[in-house]
């Protein structure tokens, strides 16, 4: 009698994707009945202070892509974690709040009026401020209520990690720490405006290698107490950050700003050193001459044109292609098969992903 | 032969305060190193990240009275916690973070341009970005800074909580959840400036006798096992926390800009609904008639004139006095009488301080 084998044994990560995507869906309800719960305890006591806690449920609940929950939930999964446990949930609910934070603080930083397609908070308070014809200054009331609201997505991130043992807790301080001194580094770098693609592809990977894919993957491979796969993951993150920011730039450049639910070709607009336009100075004399010393004389339309004729944008997408078999070659052999066919999906979905 | 009896036996707290100081000493020195060696450990990967560093440790030295800390530490002595044990230090020196955190983010909300008679660090940065001739606008600028300062100093509290039990941890996250959702009521008050005392009375205890005293010093004794002691330090820390917000507006409305190193009378300035005001609206028809429905009729000359004339700053310092009594007796056979005489102290000192 022949008997099918488990569809794990193919190393197409279809069950390593179930058994996270069901950790997932509980990521999902803890994130919400911690926000309702809050909601609900505070309303009784000041109705005006469910405000605030709206603000952070309306950034969490508008649709981002978790994949900072993904990535840490799946390097639990893939150390050996047990898929019953609660402290991964915990975690991995905890970065998704962190980067709500974030979003919040990043918008006002850049004064985004756009954030997946909604206005964002403090163009939000500030409109409400403008109605209810309050006292003070429209624009400082909108950015303190962003910014509070941020604070208090950091201090439910923090909530979350009660439980989380010190050693993953180490991991966490480090991420955070790199994230708001990355954060520094750049808003830094875009006021003192002399184009340094050195500098800025090392913010640009610190942001996106570290904070997006290694830091959530190392979380979850140390609370699985399997420390022996940070290495592994130190080399796909940072080769998966790449790609991944490298799309952001991508995006920007070529997309409509209806599908990347905020303003598109801002980065252009901005005159800001991208890790896109490192490539394409480092590459073309033509993209040189065009942006000057300073990135002011960039044109964003004519810059456009130059990016795709002098064949920047292909190659760019073959940096991609590239960085993607580098993530993928760090955990081939690192993990069971099943993993490292999953990881090679989730770096393919995040490298090539429209929004 | 006769041996004198040993202080703490007198009841004068001198014993208790001289423990506290000394695991106090040790917390400003758990701070300092903690500041210089993330500053040294980010100055050798990127020379620029030290500025944000500096924004934190120029806030925490420039002269706080601790008194967080002092609250966290107290309890914990006082519920019989080892005065050699390291994680009182670090709660302590965390708390210490956490209110440099909302200091910084407090400045730019207020937009308040001296803190302890230094420029604010949105101020301090913005005039930087002047003076560099960077690109974008100042104001943005210093206050992104600002805020990536305050949220470094939160996360840095954090992590000195890496070894804090998830009970003590528990009080923590409800201190810090407090602290954002009261500082939002009051910003939020403030812009809609419809007086409502008693709204504002809510808020003033919420944020100085929650936040200041009685969260701290419940840290202190669950670190110490001394759940038992939350009771009687609520009572005291609420009375505690009406005084010393009390001092606070009177500080602002009597005192000099020199000595509290902030300028003076903003309150009135800014039409603010201080507990104080509430106290005089109360009990003055003079002030009522004074100030108008919306507070915005007071000229500050007149109103500090009539605040005295009519006797209302006499009776907030009689509120005080009777505040302070009630903070005592709420400890009093609660404690060893030598802690119960150190924390009268302390409320005395909080209450009766010039700054």
Known sequence: MSIALPVSQEFTGVAARETRDRVLARVERRIHEFLAEERRSWAALN??????????????????????????VAGYLAGGGDPEAQVVVDVAAALELLHTFAL??????????LRRNEPTAHVLHSTLHEERDWRGE?????ESVAVLAGDLALVYAERLLVDCPPHARRIWGELCTELMIGQFLDVRAAARFVPDPELSSWIALFKSGRYTVYRPLAMGAELAGAQELRPAFERYGLALGEAFQLRDDLLDAFGSSD?????????FKQHKMTLLMSIALRHEAEVRELVGDDLSGADPERLHEVLIRTGVRDRVEEVVAERIETARAAVRGALDPDWAAELHTMARQAAYRDK
Chains 1, 2 share one sequence.
């Open 104 to 113: 919040l603080h990043d918008d006002v930083m850049d004064d985004s009026g």
């Open 138 to 142: 429209p624009r400082r009331y909108g």
């Open 47 to 72: 109705a005006d202070s469910a405000e605030l806690i709206d603000c952070v449920s309306r950034m969490v609940g508008s649709g981002g892509k978790r994949l900072r929950p993904a990535f840490c």
């Open 259 to 267: 599908v990347i639910g905020k303003p598109a070709q801002l980065d």
